[in-house]
């Protein structure tokens, strides 16, 4: 199964690192960037560094191009042991091959999009080689474009970045932040939403979200009922094309979405 929950965990604070590794999240990050006051950049690069050569498993967010410290959080990302490297506003293609570069052969790069630039450019940085996933950061998305709304409001920025996962053949993108913690009800519906739209897995800024935002991601029983039986059904058919199954026509592509969900249900 493929990683359904991003726990971001503040580099400054090494005491929650082995509690965000238990909490159930899919893959930690540990955050140089927005959760890291600016003077206690070198103290969280450190408190990473030593986590990690202790056998410490998270992905790394750091500092943005052109920032201080993001050569110093290069050199991190190149010498620890990883298990992804995510770069904050993506905006150029250059910077981001040269992201790629920096990090160790094989080790999955997450440029996260949240700006308008970014956005509007999203399919030339989808299609950089070394890119395995986008991810949409729609707070500072927000912040930068003067949008408010949440819902509707961010719809075009949500199927864009879906597209464009869809068309560079990247893993389904990974949606941003629900600030409410304590709203289960609000975090199941933004859950219930981003999976409509095409996303994969959800960027949570704390550990109750990871359990709700597991289970969103999962097909329900129902779901994995219905599509053991087209499987079944189209299995029968002999390859004769379209079937009927319970009243409802059943072609390839529902035949083979059907197979995507029970494959990512193992």
Partial sequence: ??????????????????????????????????????????????AVREWLSRGGKACVRVNGVGTEWYEEDCRLAE??????????????????????????????????????????KVLELAQVPGVTRLAFGSVDFQLDTGIEGEGEALLYARSR???????????????????????????????????????????????????????????TDEELVWARSVVEASASSDGLGAIRLNGKLIDRPVVERAKRMLEGAR
Wanted: charged fraction near 25%.
């Fill in 1 to 46: 199964m493929s990683v359904r929950s991003y726990l971001f965990v503040p580099g400054d604070r090494p005491e929650r690192f082995d509690k965000a590794a238990a909490s159930g999240a899919d893959l930690v990050i540990l955050d140089l960037e927005d959760g890291v006051l600016p003077e206690r950049k070198d103290i969280a690069r450190e």
């Fill in 79 to 120: 010498t620890a042991p990883v298990l992804a490297a995510m770069l904050p506003k993506a905006e150029a293609e250059t910077e981001l091959a040269d992201f790629v570069k920096r990090v160790p052969a094989g080790v999955p790069v997450i440029p996260v999009i949240e700006s308008a630039l970014g956005v509007w």
């Fill in 161 to 219: 970045i879906v597209l464009a996962s869809a068309v560079a053949r990247l893993e389904a993108p990974v949606d941003g932040v629900t600030l409410a913690i304590d709203d289960a009800e609000r975090l199941a519906g933004d859950v219930s939403l981003a999976r409509e739209l095409g996303f994969g897995a959800k960027l949570c800024i704390h550990p109750r979200q990871v359990a709700a935002v597991n289970e969103g991601f999962c097909p």
